[in-house]
């Protein structure tokens, strides 16, 4: 509690209302990186207490609509004057189907655009203290939320999604990489410096699970050159 006390961004989250400090990281992920248009239909992926559901409703506005999900109920009701509505549900991401996530959208979308343009997910496990156990388990979540991408994510539309960082990370960027147009890691400064806590934007969706190409069984997996057969070292 002292820490918080004396932190910034927890004092200005309480003199200007957001539920939480994290606020700050999706205002500035949005100023640096051009996430959230007015009108977008918005998922947010570990959305309690709800303060990353404030900011993304007043960013895509009364046209928009937001839709938080997370492990435990979120309870605050967020009626806010020119903000989007918002609708919550406690569910795992892992577990539920997308049609129950769909479905929660308003009636009357034009087919085909009943999706999401953006996915939002500051999901974090629950923390052990172990760097290596944390970051495998936050890799996870993150692989969840990029396999709900085909069925939940609209051609074009954009991730932020929070990692821990370690090994297993340079994989998941490039799996990023394979389904967005444009990715970029990004540490915001309301980011706890002792935090190894990242985001992860994807821009552009272009479709898939990003799983690699096969490589087909009888296709060399070098091109070798054709010439002399080789002597080996019995030549030599
Ligand atoms: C750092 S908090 C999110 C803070 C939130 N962005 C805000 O601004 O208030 C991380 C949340 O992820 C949730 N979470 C973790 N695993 C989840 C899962 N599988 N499905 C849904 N929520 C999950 C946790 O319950 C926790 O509330």
């Known amino acids: 509690m002292a820490r918080e006390i004396r932190d910034h961004y927890f004092r200005r989250a309480k003199k200007e209302g957001y539920l939480s400090r994290a606020a700050y990281k999706l205002i500035e992920i949005d100023e640096r990186r051009k996430i959230l248009t007015s ?7 570990g959305a309690a207490p709800g303060s990353w559901l404030q900011v993304a409703s007043r960013r895509v506005g ?3 609509f937001v839709i938080g999900i997370d492990l435990k109920p979120i309870k ?3 009626v806010m004057p020119h903000a989007a509505e918002v609708r919550t549900l406690a569910a795992d991401l892992r577990e539920i189907p997308a049609g129950e996530l769909l479905a929660l959208l308003p009636a009357g979308s034009a087919a085909g655009s009943a999706l999401f343009d953006v996915i939002l997910s500051d999901m974090a496990p629950d923390t052990t203290g172990d760097r290596t ?3 495998h388990q936050s890799i996870r979540l993150c692989e969840a939320v990029l396999d709900r991408c085909p069925d939940l994510l609209k051609s074009g539309g954009h991730v932020v999604i929070k990692v821990l960082e ?3 990370y340079p994989d998941l960027r490039a799996r990023t990489r394979r389904m967005f147009d444009a990715v970029k890691g990004f540490k915001p400064k309301a980011s706890r410096n002792e935090s190894t806590e990242i985001y992860l934007i994807g821009k552009g969706y272009t479709g898939g699970d990003g799983a690699p190409e096969p490589v087909a069984a009888d296709e060399p997996a070098v091109e070798l050159p054709r010439g002399k057969p080789s002597t080996g070292w019995a030549g030599r």
């Open 39 to 45: 009108g977008d239909r918005v998922l947010d992926c």
């Open 62 to 64: 009364q046209s928009g």
């Open 76 to 78: 605050h009701s967020f």
């Open 133 to 135: 156990i944390d970051h």
């Open 166 to 168: 370690g090994e297993a």
